[in-house]
């Protein structure tokens, strides 16, 4: 019944912002017991969480993104966005978004991906 759908720019110039949102139907992210992720898979690291963001809009990243990532959300949508900045195209890859249970990293529903290509 939960269902994500990412959605955003497939091409992002290297040293630009790749910007994406994911659109949540079935349910409210203003819901107490999810946080809401981003994570992201790439030809030389694999799956990576990128960071999460909680019902009360508030964020965690991961220690090796926190400096180019930033997670918000519009309630009003019952959307939540990500922005990576200064890309390379070491960024390429797909990248989800998917529904945390408790913010313990139980990650029950996942958008189907989207690819992000970094390339001038």
């Known amino acids: 019944q939960v269902r994500l759908q990412e959605s955003g720019p497939g091409l992002v110039q290297p040293s630009q912002t790749l910007s994406l949102t994911c659109t949540v139907s079935?349910?409210?992210?203003?819901?107490?017991?999810?946080?809401w992720a981003w994570i992201r898979q790439t030809p030389g690291k694999g799956l990576e969480w990128i960071g999460s963001?909680?019902?009360?809009?508030?964020?965690n990243y991961s220690p090796s993104l926190k400096s180019r990532t930033s997670i918000s959300r519009d309630t009003s949508m019952n959307r939540f966005n990500l922005q990576l900045s200064s890309v390379s195209p070491e960024d390429t890859g797909v990248y989800y978004c998917?529904?945390?249970?408790?913010?313990?990293?139980?990650?029950?529903?996942w958008g189907q991906g989207t690819q992000v290509t970094v390339s001038s």
């Open positions: 079935g349910g409210p992210i203003i819901n107490r017991y999810y946080h």
């Open positions: 963001i909680t019902y009360k809009g508030d964020t």
């Open positions: 998917a529904r945390d249970e408790y913010g313990m990293g139980n990650n029950d529903y």
